[in-house]
T-cell receptor, first 111, second 112 residues
Framework: AQRVTQPEKLLSVFKGAPVELKCNYSYSGSPELFWYVQYSRQRLQLLLR??SRESIKGFTADLNKGETSFHLKKPFAQEEDSAMYYCALSPLLNQGGKLIFGQGTELSVKP | ETGVTQSPTHLIKTRGQQVTLRCSSQ?????VSWYQQALGQGPQFIFQYYREEENGRGNFPPRFSGLQFPNYSSELNVNALELDDSALYLC???????????FGDGTRLSIL
């Protein structure tokens, strides 16, 4: 079965602390993995994707095929990082196919 | 560059009615996907349209149907509405290939 699991519904950290949002997936082939973010009163937007290997707003994510994980990390959280984060999997590599989303993790960064 | 736009923003219907939701894709995008997002959940894939043809479908019954027009805009139709259909319906477009999807603000559908 194709599934994305985000075990934490809510993650609360203080400003300047490291952040790790967990994402595990279940898929037998070679998926493409994404992190989407939704800030308050804004639409869902792409944060990063594993094939581009970019660092966006200080966030990075490494695909670990052995552990089937794609955790999102940032060394020093900022208050403006507070948002809803969704991990997503596309089972059709390079074909812009459907996205399978996790349930989301709400990140709250306190001053 | 105009992003993905959806209409209406909110809609209230009663059980058994039918509803049509609309989506204008971002300029240059030929692929449109629809998602249902229940409260507290992640978006769930309904179906995708590519050049006016259905190109993949999620685990939704046939009363969920869609269309894509020559200008790549799209409609989601839901017949015989049920209480569980209450959700945020998201449209996303992409230029196809391996390009990521861009989402609209969604239509909030409430079934009474």
């Amino acid at each position: 079965a194709q599934r994305v699991t985000q075990p934490e519904k809510l993650l609360s950290v203080f400003k300047g602390a490291p952040v790790e949002l967990k994402c595990n997936y279940s898929y037998s082939g070679s998926p493409e993995l994404f992190w989407y973010v939704q800030y308050s009163r804004q639409r869902l937007q792409l944060l990063l994707r594993h094939i581009s290997r970019e660092s966006i707003k200080g966030f990075t994510a490494d695909l670990n095929k052995g552990e089937t994980s794609f955790h999102l990390k940032k060394p020093f959280a900022q208050e403006e990082d507070s948002a809803m984060y969704y991990c997503a999997l596309s089972p059709l590599l390079n074909q812009g196919g459907k996205l399978i989303f996790g349930q989301g993790t709400e990140l709250s960064v306190k001053p | 560059e105009t992003g993905v736009t959806q209409s209406p923003t909110h809609l209230i219907k009663t059980r058994g009615q039918q509803v049509t939701l609309r989506c204008s894709s971002q300029s240059g995008h030929n692929t449109v996907s629809w998602y249902q997002q229940a409260l507290g959940q992640g978006p769930q894939f309904i179906f995708q349209y590519y050049r006016e043809e259905e190109n993949g479908r999620g685990n939704f019954p046939p009363r969920f149907s869609g269309l894509q027009f020559p200008n790549y805009s799209s409609e989601l139709n839901v017949n015989a509405l049920e209480l569980d259909d209450s959700a945020l319906y998201l449209c996303a477009s992409s230029p196809g290939g391996n390009q990521p999807q861009h989402f609209g603000d969604g239509t909030r559908l409430s079934i009474l």
